[in-house]
């Protein structure tokens, strides 16, 4: 039978089970140790800082993921770490995009700048790229989610993108036509990368979203099995396992 582990309570139960031998748990266990308030309904807040994504990825995550998977038989060291891996190369590669945008924000793509800056609208699409290959490959149903609609942003700005000679591939990774790219009027190129509004910015957000979703888990009514594969919810579009 799935075993739910969404929502607050499950959360707060497996990281307060790391310290505590009875088990008892509350959402205040989740908003102390991310360090952020909880809403209305005890849910903490999603947003996490560089230091909170370290400490996780340096092990926390992993000793939740042991704590929960090795009261289930069924489950193996090997289900463990491949289900680690997923979670950490997806936030990994959305906060290699919240990091490569950030470099972007003083950039000065005037024709005659643009030789020496390209470098970082390179790298900016290299990161989209990766995020796209591990979002969609995600463990999470609303991780996946956000992933596409990433993507879907990116398809709303094909017209403004393909004169800056960037196209997305059936696979939905994007390919820069660099000849194009340093022929490009500026204003176009601010619009595609410059601010919050800007196609970049728009992306940016997304990927912020999908950092903390691939670091507090599925928040939707998905769930893990005790065999740690991952329980589809009836009429989902999509279909990972671990």
């Given at each position: 039978?799935?075993?739910?582990?969404?929502?607050?309570?499950?959360?707060?139960?497996?990281?307060?089970?790391?310290?505590?031998?009875?088990?008892?748990?509350?959402?205040?266990?989740?908003?102390?140790?991310?360090?952020?308030?909880?809403?209305?309904?005890?849910?903490?807040?999603?947003?996490?800082?560089?230091?909170?994504?370290?400490?996780?990825?340096?092990?926390?995550?992993?000793?939740?993921?042991?704590?929960?998977?090795?009261?289930?038989?069924?489950?193996?060291?090997?289900?463990?770490?491949?289900?680690?891996?997923?979670?950490?190369?997806?936030?990994?590669?959305?906060?290699?995009?919240?990091?490569?945008?950030?470099?972007?924000?003083?950039?000065?793509?005037?024709?005659?700048?643009?030789?020496?800056?390209?470098?970082?609208?390179e790298?900016?699409?290299?990161?989209?790229?990766?995020?796209?290959?591990?979002?969609?490959?995600?463990?999470y149903?609303?991780?996946?989610?956000?992933?596409?609609?990433?993507?879907?942003?990116?398809?709303?700005?094909?017209?403004?993108?393909?004169?800056?000679?960037?196209?997305?591939?059936?696979?939905g990774k994007?390919?820069?036509?660099?000849?194009?790219?340093?022929?490009?009027?500026?204003?176009?190129?601010?619009?595609?990368?410059?601010?919050?509004?800007?196609w970049?910015?728009?992306?940016?957000?997304k990927?912020?979203?999908?950092?903390?979703?691939?670091?507090?888990?599925?928040?939707?009514?998905?769930?893990y099995?005790?065999?740690?594969?991952?329980?589809?919810?009836?009429?989902?579009?999509?279909?990972?396992?671990?």
């Amino acid at each position: 039978m799935p075993i739910n582990v969404s929502g607050s309570s499950n959360i707060s139960t497996l990281f307060s089970s790391l310290n505590n031998t009875d088990n008892k748990s509350s959402a205040n266990d989740v908003s102390a140790f991310f360090g952020s308030a909880g809403n209305n309904n005890g849910v903490p807040s999603v947003g996490f800082d560089l230091s909170t994504y370290s400490a996780l990825k340096n092990g926390t995550y992993r000793k939740v993921m042991n704590k929960y998977f090795n009261t289930k038989p069924q489950a193996t060291e090997e289900d463990i770490k491949k289900a680690t891996a997923k979670i950490e190369r997806t936030a990994d590669a959305a906060g290699d995009v919240v990091g490569s945008f950030n470099k972007l924000s003083d950039l000065s793509l005037a024709e005659t700048d643009r030789e020496k800056n390209v470098d970082k609208i390179e790298d900016f699409i290299k990161k989209y790229n990766s995020l796209v290959e591990h979002g969609e490959d995600s463990i999470y149903d609303n991780v996946a989610q956000k992933t596409k609609w990433m993507e879907n942003i990116t398809d709303e700005s094909s017209n403004l993108l393909a004169s800056a000679g960037i196209s997305a591939g059936s696979d939905g990774k994007l390919t820069l036509d660099k000849d194009k790219f340093m022929k490009a009027d500026e204003d176009t190129l601010n619009d595609l990368f410059k601010g919050s509004s800007s196609w970049a910015g728009k992306v940016e957000y997304k990927a912020e979203q999908i950092y903390s979703l691939a670091l507090t888990g599925d928040t939707s009514a998905n769930s893990y099995t005790n065999a740690a594969t991952y329980g589809k919810v009836r009429g989902s579009s999509y279909n990972t396992t671990v």
